[in-house]
T-cell receptor, first 111, second 112 residues
Framework: GEDVEQSLFLSVREGDSSVINCTYTDSSSTYLYWYKQEPGAGLQLLTYIFSNMDMKQDQRLTVLLNKKDKHLSLRIADTQTGDSAIYFCAESKAGFQKLVFGTGTRLLVSP | DTAVSQTPKYLVTQMGNDKSIKCEQNLGHDTMYWYKQDSKKFLKIMFSYNNKELIINETVPNRFSPKSPDKAHLNLHINSLELGDSAVYFC???????????FGPGTRLTVL
């Protein structure tokens, strides 16, 4: 079955790095994603990684994938107050079809 | 120049009523989706339409009926509303069935 889990809450200080973790159960997942949801808004795709990759970096964002442990993480360098939001990881088997979302991690960045 | 828009933004109604939520995208995309986000922020796909044809239906009660009059619109009609239908409903669209999905701002439905 499909199950995607995340820790519910993370609090960091401005300027620190944030690491948001995600575990999934479906070993046939081929794409893994990170979405950001700001208060009162829809979801915004931040980045995604194919299952045959270990790491992807995009400016302040670094995604690490441990396929053996089915563990995905998102590192945000130099976290800013504007990064405060809920972050969802998601997986799918084929492209962006039928995304299965995690439970979401609420990131709070304090000045 | 809103890409994916939904109306209304908020909807408060009584149990047993019938209501509709509208979604429009001006991106020229072929595929549209409806997601439900519950009070614990758990987000799950409900439906997906490609070129006005249903391609995903995720075990949603038949009180929920999506309607796609054209490629740019996917409306969600809900009959006999129940308390458990209270949630935020998100519409999304993508160029193809496996393309990046762009989300609307959501409609918060409260059933009293």
């Amino acid at each position: 079955g499909e199950d995607v889990e995340q820790s519910l809450f993370l609090s960091v200080r401005e300027g620190d790095s944030s690491v948001i973790n995600c575990t999934y159960t479906d070993s046939s997942s081929t794409y893994l994603y990170w979405y950001k949801q700001e208060p009162g808004a829809g979801l915004q795709l931040l980045t995604y990684i194919f299952s045959n990759m270990d790491m992807k970096q995009d400016q302040r964002l670094t995604v690490l994938l441990n396929k053996k442990d089915k563990h995905l993480s998102l590192r945000i360098a130099d976290t800013q107050t504007g990064d405060s939001a809920i972050y969802f990881c998601a997986e799918s088997k084929a492209g962006f079809q039928k995304l299965v979302f995690g439970t979401g991690t609420r990131l709070l960045v304090s000045p | 120049d809103t890409a994916v828009s939904q109306t209304p933004k908020y909807l408060v109604t009584q149990m047993g009523n019938d209501k509709s939520i509208k979604c429009e995208q001006n991106l020229g995309h072929d595929t549209m989706y409806w997601y439900k986000q519950d009070s614990k922020k758990f987000l799950k796909i409900m439906f997906s339409y490609n070129n006005k044809e249903l391609i995903i239906n995720e075990t949603v009660p038949n009180r929920f009926s999506p309607k796609s009059p054209d490629k740019a619109h996917l409306n969600l009609h809900i009959n006999s509303l129940e308390l458990g239908d209270s949630a935020v409903y998100f519409c999304a669209s993508s160029q193809e069935t496996d393309g990046e999905q762009f989300f609307g701002p959501g409609t918060r439905l409260t059933v009293l």
